[in-house]
Each structure stands twice: as structure tokens, then as C-alpha cells.
């Protein structure tokens, strides 16, 4: 989940202050994107189903980066929304694949986590997220937050495993009937790319700030999805410039022989201006590309 809590009535501040408890959204959305580009006049803020990429309510954006939303009540949406009582359960409906234990008390009513996507000429730009850093992986103490939707309060105590691309997740505490902006505490497995986000209704959504870009030291390339076949080369980036093409198989990272994508991914991240060499196959021939990693900014 790309992809967070507590609540409040509208969000204005660059900084949010401590709150003791959750507390729902019932007016507008409202709040400041502090990376927002010089170079854009405006757009439009999206309220998207996570699930399904549903768009249920839009509102605007200026040429500052200040946006206002007007959520939706969704009465007429029930039918939409996943049941609270297959979350923490052996098929949890948190994702394709996940499998979650735990107690959900009420279990009858209804939930769905959305999501706000920039968007600018009628093209989606981007997700615009709520969090304490700009950085993609998350890094210890770094916190998301995530939108939610309850149809009633619901007190949930469980755990949920995922397979990619889904983060794994807990959640704790009582949820209230409505919006609510919930606190994400995020931690990512040291060597791998997966991430567990901790739903947390009573912590506060101190040092969050409304964000259109993420960051990451690295190389400016994909691979193709559970393989380590180099799949894209961002053009004019430290890979392309070292001659990395698409159609190489890695076979290590700083002389060290990787076998998954997701640890070939976690051993070529790392702080900008720091040295990473590479090792590939191109038909049939071993090649070595000694590459300085840069600040990967995307939306």
C-alpha cells in the first residue's frame, strides 16, 4: 500500500498538533502540499477506492498546492465497501493473498481504506499522502497515514500477512463510525522491500505533512517483477550513464550474489553519492558497472 491516523475536522496545518484520541472527519478536507512543483497552476484532488481506483468525490487544488475536499457520506455506497468481519480472518479481504488473525468487535459492519491522487489535465500525477518524511522506504521512526471509512465504531486487534505488493499490517485500537485520517507506524524488513504499517486510532498525527513526491537514494532502474532481469533504465540516470541496459541479469551487488529480486532491490538502495557496483550477465558475457547512486524523486 502506497500508498495512516488520527482524526480531525479539517486539516489546515503544516504540523498537526498532539490529539489523545481518534476523532472523525465530518467537514471538508483541507490542507497545504509542501512539495508542490512551481511549475503547476492547479489540478484536481481524488478521492479514490484503494481497491478498485473508484473515484468518489473530487475537489480542487490551486497553484500553491493548497487543496479542499468535500468527503462523501457514502450512504448509497454500502454495497461497495468490504465487511469488517473477513479483515482479521484466515482470507482477509486487506488484500489479494493476505491472511490475517485477530478480533474485530463489532464485526457487522463495513470499512474500505481510499486513497488522493493528484490529478492535472485529466492525467492521474500522482498519490498526495499524509506523512512524516518524504522517503519511500521507510526508515526508523518514520510514520504514514491512511484514509478510512468505518459504518460503525469497531474495536480491531489483529495482524494481516501479505504477499507483494501489499504491506503486511496491524491494527490496534477503536475506530470510529465515519472518516478518519489514521497514524501508520512503518517498519521495513531489513532485507527485503517489505513493509508492516501499524494501524494506531489513538496515536496523534504529530510531525505530518501533506506530500506529492517520495524519495530514494538509487540507480534509475527496474527489474521485471520476481526476476533479476533488469527491466527499465531511467534515461540520463546513474545506470543508463554507467551502461546498464534493459535485458541484464544481475548477479551481485558489491560482490555479493543476489538470488531475489527483492534483496538485489534492498542492496542497491542506499544514501545518494554513495559508490554501489554491479555485476551482469548480457548474452553470456559478465559485465561490471561501478555506479554513484542519486536522489530518486517520483510522484
Not at 533504465?233 to 538470488?259: F, N
Request: with cysteine; net charge neutral; charged share 25%.
Amino acid at each position: 500500500m502506497k500508498r495512516r491516523l488520527k482524526l480531525i475536522l479539517v486539516f489546515t496545518l503544516l504540523a498537526l498538533p498532539a490529539m489523545s484520541s481518534s476523532v472523525p472527519i465530518s467537514a471538508n478536507l483541507s490542507g497545504k502540499i509542501v512539495d508542490w512543483p512551481a511549475d503547476l497552476k492547479g489540478g484536481e484532488v481524488r478521492l479514490m477506492d484503494w481497491e478498485t481506483d473508484a473515484a468518489y468525490a473530487t475537489g480542487t487544488v490551486d497553484a500553491q498546492g493548497n487543496f479542499t475536499l468535500k468527503l462523501p457520506e457514502l450512504k448509497d455506497k454500502q454495497d461497495n465497501l468490504s465487511a469488517i468481519s473477513e479483515l482479521l480472518t484466515e482470507k482477509s479481504n486487506y488484500g489479494v493473498g493476505c491472511v490475517g488473525t485477530g478480533k474485530a468487535e463489532p464485526a457487522n459492519g463495513k470499512y474500505r481504506e481510499f486513497q488522493l491522487i493528484l490529478n492535472v489535465d485529466g492525467k492521474d500525477y500522482g498519490d498526495i499522502t499524509l506523512n512524516s518524511s518524504a522517503n519511500q522506504f521507510p526508515k526508523k521512526g518514520d510514520a504514514w497515514s491512511a484514509l478510512l471509512f468505518f459504518t460503525q465504531p469497531v474495536k480491531l486487534e489483529g495482524k494481516i500477512t501479505c504477499p507483494t505488493p501489499y504491506s503486511n499490517a496491524e491494527f490496534h485500537g477503536t475506530y470510529p463510525a465515519g472518516w478518519s485520517q489514521v497514524r501508520q507506524e512503518v517498519v521495513q524488513d531489513p532485507k527485503t522491500t517489505r513493509i508492516r504499517a501499524s494501524y494506531n486510532a489513538a496515536a496523534p498525527l504529530t510531525g505530518m505533512q501533506w506530500r506529492l513526491f517520495s524519495e530514494f537514494g538509487g540507480v534509475g532502474m527496474n527489474l521485471k517483477k520476481d526476476t533479476l532481469m533488469v527491466d527499465f533504465v531511467r534515461e540520463g540516470g546513474p545506470a543508463a550513464l554507467a551502461g546498464v541496459q534493459a535485458g541484464d541479469e544481475l548477479l551481485s551487488v558489491d560482490g555479493q550474489k543476489v538470488t531475489v529480486m527483492e534483496e538485489a532491490l534492498q542492496a542497491i538502495r542506499g544514501e545518494p553519492n554513495t559508490k554501489v557496483v554491479l555485476l551482469v550477465n548480457r548474452d553470456g558475457q559478465e559485465m561490471t558497472f561501478e555506479i554513484t547512486r542519486a536522489l530518486v524523486r517520483v510522484p
